[in-house]
C-alpha cells in the first residue's frame, strides 16, 4: 500500500462520519422523519459513491463494511466532545460487529 493509498483510504473513512455528525441531525431536525431517509440516501449514497464508485479508499480484499467508519469517527468524536466513554462504547462494538456481518453478508454475494 503506498502513502497516497493510505492518505486517499484515511480521507475516505473520515468523510463519512464527518457528513453524519455535521448534517444527519440537522437533516432530522429541519424536516423530521423524512430528514432521516433523506440524510441516508444523500450522506450514505454519496460517500459509498465517493468511497468505492470512484476508488477513493484502497480496498485489500477484507471484507469491512462502511459501518466501521461511522462507528470509529463518531466514536472518537464523541470522545473528543467530552462524552463519557462508557456511554458510548456499546454503539461502537455494534459498529463493528455490524460493519463486520455487513461486509460478510457483500462478500457472499459478490
Known amino acids: 500500500m503506498t502513502f497516497q493509498n493510505i492518505v486517499a483510504t484515511f480521507a475516505g473513512a473520515f468523510i463519512f ?3 453524519i455528525r455535521m ?3 440537522k437533516m432530522v431536525e429541519n424536516w423530521g422523519n423524512i430528514g432521516g431517509w ?3 440516501g444523500f450522506i450514505v449514497g454519496t460517500t459509498w459513491t465517493l468511497n468505492h464508485g470512484l476508488n477513493m479508499i484502497f480496498q485489500t480484499g477484507a471484507w469491512i463494511d462502511m459501518a466501521w467508519a461511522a462507528g ?7 470522545l473528543v466532545s ?3 466513554f462508557s456511554k458510548g462504547f ?3 462494538i455494534s ?3 455490524g460493519g463486520t456481518l455487513g461486509g ?7
Open 17 to 19: 462520519p464527518f457528513l
Open 90 to 92: 456499546p454503539d461502537y
Open 82 to 84: 467530552g462524552d463519557s
Open 72 to 78: 470509529i469517527g463518531l466514536f472518537v468524536a464523541s
Open 104 to 110: 460478510f453478508i457483500l462478500s457472499c454475494f459478490l
Open 38 to 40: 433523506m440524510a441516508a
Open 95 to 97: 459498529a463493528l460487529v
Open 23 to 25: 448534517l444527519w441531525g
